[in-house]
């Protein structure tokens, strides 16, 4: 829990949003398609998530791309699944509840807006 | 109301294949949204009722029907795919099911009967019982839901947390009698991260009565 939430609140600025550029772009782009697939990918994936946990880009050093995947609860990334964290969504009710009730879809779709993509291509 | 046209149109027909297969729907709650305030709120409960449980009861109708379009194709594999969705809105239908029943405006201050000399023997005691089930709710780490099952084979009363929607019975073999949700969405607009709070103020619109008669048809069935 404390280390997915201190990477969370530097992964989002209220200057976030657009799109990453760069080396980060690129890779996005090699390994998804484009960075709307990506998106539609990591979104439908972190909606999904069956009751408490976190949705995630990771960096596998390993085969050296990005992986989407999808940890329980607090489960931390890289300890469960050796990817490297670069963005994280937190799906915990905790997280969007208050303002959007049931509709996750929602919290993760706006999400985006506040994405703070230099954090996130630091960390890649 | 779908179950009673299938089952008609079986009678009628000499090669009984319900045209219609029966599909879930989502009860009603036995009270309006407000009974159980102050301890539950008419938001949490219209909230909680009319979105997540219907989603549930939603979703399950959804993969029943692809389960039974997959195993029509013979797909194997398409079925066993189906199976963590049919767990997890099977689970959170059975599971909210029984728990609008279980809660009731006035809750009786404590079970009686049989269910109450079965929680003496097992625990010692009502406040025992009640300290165990509160310590195992809060416990739950993530989604789910603390129970007050019967274990049938040995004839006991036993404590269990499930995880996600998983339901009791289906998971553990232990008899649902009393369960608590803690998933956030059960309290977060109320009492947000103080689930102790919620979890201990739900004993005050426990409906024991039907607790007592879970206990009867499971000991009894």
Redesign the interface.
Known sequence: GHLNHSIFWHNLSPYGGGEPSGALAELIKRDFGSFENFNTYMATTTVAIQGSGWGWLGYNKTTKSLNIAACGNQDPLEPTTGLVPLLGIDVWEHAYYIQYKNVRADYVKNIWNIVNWKDVSQRF | MFANIARVLAQSSNKCLPLIRAKHSLPDLPYDFNALEPVISAEIMQ?HHQ??HA?YVNNLNVAEEKLFEAKQRGSVSDQIALT?ALK?NGGGHINHSIFWTILCQNGSSEPGGELAEAIKRDFGSYQRMVDLLVATSTGI????WGWLGYNKQLNRLEIAAC???DPLQATTGLHPLFGIDV???AY??QY??ARPDYVKSIFKIANWRKVEELFGKARHD
């Open positions: 909230v979105k997540h989603t963590s997890f780490q993530g989604s789910g995880a996600n929607q998933w956030e969405h977060y607009l947000k991260n």
